[in-house]
């Protein structure tokens, strides 16, 4: 059984940074592509950024380009965020996502990604 569980979340000024982090089981964590994606009150899930398996690539949303960062360890088998410069826009739940299909993180699908986490609270304050 698949689990992803984030970590991370929390209260931050708008400027300010804060790094999520995701701890996966279940599956070989080196096999997939690993992600986040978001969702802000009253609006669509929206894709945030991704990694391939072997960290040779990565793909952002062009809402936090220069501002988040992507990379994962796979000998913990953890994915992390970096989210710096952080704006009250950046307000949402945050999921941490697995798939083996690298194309639909270049792409910014979100809707046919196989594993999800519970997703974790970030809130930006003005």
């Known amino acids: 059984q698949v689990q992803l569980v984030e970590s991370g979340g929390g209260l931050v000024q708008a400027g300010g940074s804060l790094r999520l982090s995701c701890a996966a089981s279940?599956?070989?964590?080196?096999?997939?592509?690993m992600g986040w994606v978001r969702q802000a009150p009253g609006k669509e899930r929206e894709f945030v950024a991704g990694v391939s398996w072997n960290s040779g690539s990565t793909s952002y949303a062009d809402s936090v380009k220069g501002r988040f960062t992507i990379y994962r360890g796979n000998a913990q088998n953890t994915v992390y965020l970096q989210m710096n410069s952080m704006k009250p826009e950046d307000t949402a739940v945050y999921y941490c996502v697995m798939d083996v299909r690298w194309g639909l993180f270049v792409i910014g699908e979100v809707n046919g990604l196989d594993y999800w986490g519970k997703g974790t609270l970030v809130t930006v304050s003005s």
């Open positions: 279940g599956r070989t964590f080196s096999n997939y592509a």
